[in-house]
C-alpha cells in the first residue's frame, strides 16, 4: 500500500512541497498522465484548496491547478517545503 | 481542397479558433472533453482550405476513450500524401504555455515523420496582453523551426496571420530530438517544454491569484455546497420565470397566426386538418420551445464561466458513493439538456466501469424533451402562484422536484448496479483540470441557445407532425370527427387501454404515451390532436386547460409524470448508447429495464397518491 514518504494529499491547504517521486503501485499511464501535467521528480506543487469530507483537493502546478482525489494524490511523493 | 489539421490540449480554445476560422458554431465550453469527435468545414477566408478540428488531448499518448478516438484520427489524418495537409496547427493556451507545448513537441515529432508542415497558434494572446504580458514567438519560432503565431480565437486577433501562413507554403519542422530519444524518454520531452516555456512563455502565476480567490468560495465545505444548491435553484426556477413571458408570446403568435390562416378554409376536412392537427398538435410543442432555449442559456452560462468543473468537483465525493466520479457529473447535467451530447461527454470518464455506470445514469436525468411534457402536467395541476414574497414560485419548485426525482432515480439505479458489478477492479482515478474563470460571452451563449433550439425543433418537428398526421386521420376517420370515441383511433385506444387503466388514464393518455416512443415530446402533439379532433371549436386554446377540463386526476397525472421520468422511450438515445457501447445489449436492457420499472412505480405512485389526495 503507501509508505511512510509523505504524499500530496497529506498537504494541507497553502503548503507547498517538491514531487520526489510515485509510489511503486502507480500504474504505468497514469504516472505519465502526471508528469504530462506537470507532476513530475522536481517540480513544485501548491495545495491551493483542502475541502473537507474527503473531496478532491486542488493543486497547482507549472502555472495550472488541478483536482486529484485521494487513491491518485497519496501516489505522488512529496518533500514539503513550508511548514 | 487541402487540409489544415487543428489539434490541441483541453480547454486551448482550439474550438473557438475553429469557428472563428469556418464561420460554423461548433459548441465550445469552459471545460475539458467538450468536442467529442472530429469536425471539418471551409475556411471562411479561403474556401481552398478545408479545416479539420480534433477532440483536444494532454498527450498523443492516450489513457482515456475519447482520446483514443482522438489520437487515432489524427494519426489517420497524417497518412495523407505530403502537399494534401496545408498545416498542421497545434492551439496552444498562451498563459499556461508549458502544458500547451508538452503535446506540441509531439506534435512536432509527428509532423516531422511524416513530412507535413506544422504551426504553433498561440491563443488567449488577449488575455497575455491585458495583464502587459506576451510569449516571445519568434524566439520560440526559432527554437523549433516552426512559425508560432499569437492569436485571440475570442477577439480575431491575429487569425488573419495564421489563415495567410496556412495558404502558403510552410516547410515541415524539422527534428528537435532525436526520434528515439523522445519514444523512449517522455522526461526528456518534457523538459525541453520547461525549458522552452521558461525562456519564452510569460512569467508568474498570474492568472491562478484570482482563480484562488474565486475557488476559495465555490469549493469551500460549506459556501460550495450551498452555492452549487443555490445555482441549480435559479436554474430550474428561470425555466419557468423567465420563459414565462416568451411563451406567452409564442401562444399568442401561434393563436394570431390560426386566426389568420384558418378563415381561408372552408368548413371540412381541410380546415379541420390544419386546425386539430397543426396548430393542435404542433402549436401545442412549440409552445414549450422557449423552455428549452432558456435551459440551454443557463447551462451555457455554467459552462463558459468555468464553474462546470467546480462543479464536478464538489459533486466527486457524493458521486463516488453511487459507483460514479465527479467527471459522471457534466454528461448527466447535458443529459438534462438532452441524452446525446450527454453519452458523448461520458467519453471523458477514463475509468470504462464509471463510465458504463453513467450511461445507465444519463437515460433518466430530465432531458428537454421531457420538459414539455412536465411543463403541461405542471400547468394543469400547479397553480401559478409565488411564495415567500415572490421569490419562488410553485411551478418552479413542482418542477425542481420533478427533476430531482429523476437525477435521484439515476443514482439509486447506479448505486444498486455497482454493489452487484463485480468487475471492480478496472479503476482509473480522478484527476480534472480547472479551467479559469472566464466571463462568458452573451451574444455566444445566445446563439448557441438559439441553435440548439432550433435543432430540437428541427429534430422532433417532422416527427411531431408525421405523428399528428396520422393520429388526426385515425381519430377523424370513418365518421369526419363526428365522434372521436367511434373513430379508427377510438377502437385501436379502446384495444390498449387495459394496459393503462390501472393508472387511471383513459385511451387518449394510452395513445398519447404509446406515440411518445417515438420521441418524448410527440405525447403533448397528440394530446393537442386529440383534445383538438374532440373539442374542435376550441382547439387552440390553451392545453392545459382541456385537460384540466377533462377530468384528469392528479394521480394519474403524477403516474404520467413517474412514467416519463423513468421510461427510456427515445430512439435516438438508444441508438447512440449502442454506437458508443459497440452493442445492442445495453440500449435493449435500458429500454426494457427501465420500461418495467416506469411502469411499476408509477401505479406505486398513483395507488399512494390516490390514497392521500
Known sequence: ?83 | MKKVLLVGSPNSGKSMLYNRLTGMNQRVANFPGITVATHAATCRENPELEIIDFPGVYSLQFISGEEEVAVAAFNEALKAPVGEIAAVICVVDSTRLEKGLSLALQVHEACRATGHPMVIAGNMADILIRHNMAIDASGLSDALGVPVVPVSARSGAGVAALIALASGTIEPPKSLLASDEIAVDQNRLRNVAEDLTDKFGPKGDFLLKSHTSADQFFLNTFTGGVSFLFIMFLLFQSIFTWAAPLMDGVEMLIGEAASLVLPLFSDGWARDFVADALFGGLGSFLVFVPQIFILTMVVGLMEDSGYLARAAVICHRPLRVFGLTGKSFVPMLSGVACAIPGIYAARTIESPRRRWLTYLAIPLMPCSARLPVYGLLIAVFIPDQTVMGGWIGLQGLALLGIYLFGIVAGLLVTAVVSRFDKEANDDTPFVLEMPPYRTPDIVTLLRNAWERSGDFVKRAGPVIFWVSLVVWVLGYMPNYGEDLGESWLGYAGRFIEPIFAPLGLDWKYGVAILASFLAREVFVGTLGTLFGIEDSEENIGSLADQITASGLSLASGVAVVVFFALASQCISTLATLRRESRSWRLPLQLFIGYGVLAYVVAYIFYLLVGAFV
Open chain 1, 1 to 83: 500500500m503507501i509508505n511512510s514518504v509523505p504524499s500530496l494529499w497529506q498537504m494541507s491547504r497553502g503548503k507547498t512541497g517538491v514531487v520526489t517521486g510515485f509510489d511503486d503501485s502507480i500504474k504505468t499511464n497514469i504516472r505519465v498522465r502526471l508528469e504530462e501535467l506537470g507532476f513530475r521528480e522536481g517540480a513544485i506543487v501548491t495545495c491551493s484548496m483542502a475541502p473537507k469530507l474527503g473531496a478532491p483537493k486542488l493543486y497547482q502546478v507549472a502555472n495550472s491547478v488541478y483536482s486529484l482525489e485521494q487513491p491518485l494524490a497519496e501516489l505522488v511523493q512529496i518533500q514539503t517545503l513550508t511548514a
